[in-house]
């Protein structure tokens, strides 16, 4: 959903994610040289105002010994600080059902002044921040912020899980952090676990790679029999000589003594069985699936930037449950040559956005990935994407995201991060922007920002989605379990689901957006050369010059969030 206005050379669009607003401003150029910023508040359905804040000031009065609380209260309004940015994207916090009201003031420097600011020009909107979702569709997030600012001020970072952690310690004391964490993408799996425990009528059909989070272990043991588990059994998930032993190996037994050992299967393929999949079941009949790209383990839900939707709708179950049926069956070795591996099944309905999916492994990488490949090829207007490294990868997807610095028609942009960790935001103008090490804030932190934790070893950014003319005339969101590179569509059980419809592409476009957002802050801060406090710019430092410069992204960015 978007919604736009403008008023007296002020331009004021906004798009709605997974209960978050992308807000986008511009502005007439006749006002570029007095523009200090812009000012946002907000009115909740209920008719609370609040003004959007920053911790950012034109003056350095906060430091690094200031405490969250201390911090949270030296927040100040937009109308004194304002946001020094062309886009910004607002978690309002709990969501109402209803419209949110925003109101945007371009704030203009005072005439003769480098940092005294006025009001100047207003325009206002209404738009509703209910999670994305129709009669039969629904897409949830994970917030992903275990490694952020907003984590550190709301939990102290307080650790998450226990250690040593096991498949089976109450999570009682972890609640509060869990439910903000997981957001959206943990409210859709455990309503759908929690539908088959209660229906013992129900049988729940399940595709695992990661499985440790207890309470999804303790919902999967109590459905006993009605539970058909494929669990992957690479080398991550089984015992190793001399190392620890995987969590996975006492969640299949834990699932073998609930379910008996003729409803746990393992596999993995070629390389691995990477799907992440719930398929409820009345008798031979499915009805509903979630699938997407978050694991059911802690960092899954809550350590990672994730997604899950769900499609209540027998149709698409059934085409999921034919890849469990095969795997299930079938030697896996005859996967890719099924009729569930040949193609992309198209799908539409009332209820429903247009979609089509595809499972994997494949004979052929192209099968799946060509589609992904043509319509970066063939995009108009942007390309946002959150994928894990593509380094060396194989495959047209790959080939295409390389081949992105070079389409300067694009605003394309996107997160990926190497198995060791190092994140790195990729921009059309800048293709070796360098990766940054995984340390976080621990050597340069900006006196505004507080030290955050990690989350532990692996990856964070473990989306695997690309978004394509998101508010052009043809968007299109492409996400799964796949990691869109040519090896793993020949070599992995996975499922990709191609979304042609402008809300999904919407939803997906303002979470990479808000990752590309939280984590440019990272780049700019391993770059730094000095330890100074961050702090607005003042008129001489001119803060838009690149918003107005054709060459930069940041113009393509201005101009294509508002058009």
């Known amino acids: 959903m978007e919604k736009q206005t403008a008023n007296e050379g002020l331009a004021f669009k906004a798009f709605a994610g997974d209960r978050s607003a992308l807000l986008a401003f511009d502005i007439d150029p006749s006002l570029k040289a007095s523009l200090a910023g812009f000012a946002v508040e907000y009115t909740t359905p209920t008719g609370d105002t609040h003004p959007l804040v920053n911790r950012l000031t034109f003056s350095d009065t906060i430091t690094a010994a ?15 600080a304002p946001l020094q940015k062309f886009h910004w994207v607002h978690y309002p916090g709990e969501i109402e059902s209803g419209q949110y009201r925003y109101q945007a003031t371009a704030m203009l420097f005072k005439d003769g002044s480098d940092d005294q600011i006025e009001p100047g020009p207003q325009a206002s909107l209404e738009i509703a921040l209910e999670p994305p979702a129709s009669e039969h569709y629904q897409l949830g997030f994970t917030r992903g912020y275990m490694s952020s600012q907003a984590y550190a001020t709301r939990f ?20 509060a952090q869990y439910e903000w964490l997981g957001l959206d993408a943990r409210r859709l799996i455990f309503q759908f676990l929690d539908e088959a425990v209660a229906d013992d009528q129900l049988e729940l059909d399940v595709f695992a790679y990661d499985l440790n989070e207890p309470d999804v272990l303790r919902g999967l043991a109590n459905l006993k029999s009605r539970l058909r588990l494929f669990l992957d059994d690479s080398d991550s998930h089984i015992q190793q000589p001399g190392k620890r032993k995987p969590l996975e190996v006492d969640a299949k037994a834990l699932l073998e003594g609930s379910a008996g050992t003729e409803n ?3 596999g993995h393929f070629a390389r691995f069985a ?6 409820q079941r009345r008798g031979d009949t499915a009805l509903k699936v979630l699938a997407g790209s978050a694991n059911f383990s802690i960092r899954g839900l809550y350590v990672q930037s994730n997604n899950v939707f769900v499609f209540d709708d027998p149709e698409t179950a059934g ?6 049926q095969q795997a299930w069956t079938q030697p896996l070795s005859a996967f890719a040559t099924s009729e569930i591996a040949a193609k992309w099944f198209e799908r539409t309905g009332a209820g429903l956005p247009n979609f089509a999916v595809s499972f994997s492994p494949h004979k052929d990488a192209t099968d799946s990935l060509q589609r992904v ?15 894990m490294e593509i380094g060396t990868a194989g495959g047209p997807v790959a080939d295409q995201v390389r081949g992105l610095p070079q389409r300067h028609d694009l605003f394309a942009f996107g997160t990926t991060q190497r198995l060791d960790g190092a994140l790195k935001v990729t921009a059309a103008a800048d293709p070796n922007s360098p990766f940054i090490p995984f340390g976080y804030l621990q050597s340069k932190v900006p006196e505004p920002f507080r030290a955050e934790v990690s989350g532990g070893s692996g990856q964070v950014i473990h989306h695997k989605f690309v978004v394509c003319d998101f508010n052009d005339a043809n968007p299109v969101a492409f996400a799964g379990s796949s990691n869109l590179a040519g090896g793993g569509e020949t070599a992995n059980g996975d499922n990709l689901v191609a979304f042609s419809d402008r809300e999904v592409a919407t939803a997906y476009a303002v979470e990479a957006i808000q990752l590309i957002d939280h984590y440019r802050f990272r780049a700019a801060q391993h770059q730094a050369t000095a330890d100074a406090p961050l702090r607005l710019k003042t008129r001489r430092e001119d803060w838009t010059r690149d918003y107005f410069d054709p060459a930069s992204p940041r113009y393509r960015e201005r101009a294509l969030f508002v058009r």
């Not at 200031?66 to 004194?80: I, S």
């Not at 040593?164 to 009682?172: E, G, L, Q, R, V």
């Not at 085409?319 to 469990?324: D, I, N, P, R, V």
């Open 66 to 80: 200031t405490t969250p609380e201390q911090r949270q209260a030296m927040y100040t309004p937009t109308t004194q």
């Open 156 to 175: 102290n970072n307080a650790p998450f899980e226990p250690s040593p952690p096991t498949i089976n310690f109450d999570t009682t004391p972890y609640q």
């Open 264 to 266: 746990v299967k393992t």
């Open 274 to 279: 990477h799907s992440k999949v719930f398929i």
């Open 319 to 324: 085409l999921y449950e034919q890849a469990f």
């Open 373 to 387: 490949a043509d319509a970066i090829a063939n995009a108009n207007s942007s390309v946002l994407f959150a994928i």
